[in-house]
């Protein structure tokens, strides 16, 4: 597949064009989730509630929820897609239409990664973690994915006191580009996380996400790279997840704002998260849906195209129960803000003083079940009249 445009997402619009594209653009909601949370996960505090399943059961729930609207997969690589069991995948692909649209590099899990992977300062490890990403970006491009998504999981530190931190970031920023400059054309996802495992991780918000992506699309060397950023593409681009962010205590709709005005933004990952506290990865919409409905407001207006990737743990229900619950709250979510009034909010976020308060008590009515219970609110354009 050539690679996705991402371009469309910086266009910059008027007031007026924005109201225009808001009323014509709609989000297709094009549903993936990670293979990784349909077994249970080792926990540290529990046995796990349910059995573990090998790839084949795995993919027969994925395979099942197909006509609910599931229709790629996200893996890693070697521990959920590997050599052993691609002739498996590959099959699963062909007979059900459902895409596999990333392949993840495990660089965060095995003993060697202790002290981090492209960060590393131990050379062995680190040529490690480089080798790894290459043979995931290999196999990304030999099955026709979207992008790479790279998680610094392990990259990071507890203790602060004497690191180089410019250094440690310089390895991670030309390890990531070695891999990406020996498989040419592959688009990288990054996905940030401020903490967990670490008490610290490289990159963990979105702003430094973005410098990461700069960083390494600086040090790219190979041709066929550097045409296709010569073209205005963008290669180290960023999903950002809903917890990931909030854990780092960043708005949604503000956050995902930023890979979007770059036309960086090529993937999202979703789920349920309070601020601050532990990863929870909790069902779409479960908490705080209202954060819900502005982040999809915000990738509606920038005229976001990619998938939207459910990245949860159901510790406590059935996995397919879960997705379906997730994927109902987002198209509930979808609903609600394509009927709403997109000329009157654009009037009252361009025109604050005048309509002071005006959104707030429309946005409530919105969301109410029988809003003419309510007082009548007036139209935008009769506040202060």
């Given at each position: ?250 708005d949604l709709a503000y956050a995902f704002s930023w890979p979007l005005s770059r036309g960086r933004l090529a993937h999202s990952h979703w789920n349920s998260q309070p601020l601050g506290n532990y990863d929870q990865d909790q069902n779409v919409g479960l908490i705080s849906p209202e954060q819900t409905e502005a982040l999809m407001y915000t990738l509606k207006m ?84």
């Amino acid at each position: 597949m050539p690679l996705l445009n991402l371009r469309r997402q910086a266009v910059r619009r008027s007031p007026e064009e924005m109201v225009a594209h808001l009323n014509t653009f709609q989000l297709n909601l094009k549903f993936s989730a990670g293979i990784w949370f349909f077994s249970p996960p080792t926990s540290r505090f529990h046995d796990k509630y349910a059995n573990e399943l090998d790839i084949c059961p795995r993919l027969d729930i994925a395979a099942s929820l197909q006509n609910y609207g599931l229709s790629a997969l996200e893996a890693h690589y070697p521990n959920e897609i590997n050599e052993n069991n691609l002739d498996v995948w590959k099959s699963f692909l062909n007979d059900t239409g459902i895409r596999l649209i990333t392949i993840v590099p495990l660089l965060f899990w095995d003993e060697e990664f202790e002290w981090g992977s492209l960060s590393n300062p131990l050379d062995e490890p680190r040529e490690q973690a480089i080798d790894r990403a290459i043979k995931t970006l290999a196999l990304n491009k030999e099955l026709d994915t979207d992008f790479a998504v790279v998680w610094p999981g392990i990259d990071g530190f507890e203790n602060p006191f004497g690191i180089d931190f410019a250094r440690m970031r310089d390895r991670f920023a030309e390890g990531l580009a070695e891999a990406m400059d020996a498989v040419p054309g592959v688009r990288v996802a990054f996905e940030p996380k401020p903490y967990e495992p670490r008490g610290r991780i490289l990159y963990g918000t979105t702003a430094e996400g973005l410098l990461l992506a700069d960083d390494v699309e600086h040090r790219l060397v190979n041709p066929v790279n550097k045409a296709l950023l010569d073209e205005g593409h963008t290669l180290c681009c960023m999903n950002p997840e809903v917890g990931h962010v909030l854990m780092g205590y960043e708005d949604l709709a503000y956050a995902f704002s930023w890979p979007l005005s770059r036309g960086r933004l090529a993937h999202s990952h979703w789920n349920s998260q309070p601020l601050g506290n532990y990863d929870q990865d909790q069902n779409v919409g479960l908490i705080s849906p209202e954060q819900t409905e502005a982040l999809m407001y915000t990738l509606k207006m920038y005229g976001y195209e990619g998938y939207f990737g459910i990245d949860i743990n159901p510790e406590r229900m059935p996995v397919d129960t879960a997705l379906k619950i997730s994927m109902d709250a987002m198209r509930a979510a979808n609903d609600r803000i394509n009927g709403l009034d997109h000329e009157s909010i654009m009037h009252a976020v361009n025109h604050p003083d005048e309509t002071r308060g005006w959104l707030e008590g429309y946005l409530l009515r919105a969301r109410a079940n029988d809003p003419e219970k309510l007082h009548a609110w007036p139209a935008v354009w009769e506040i202060g009249k």
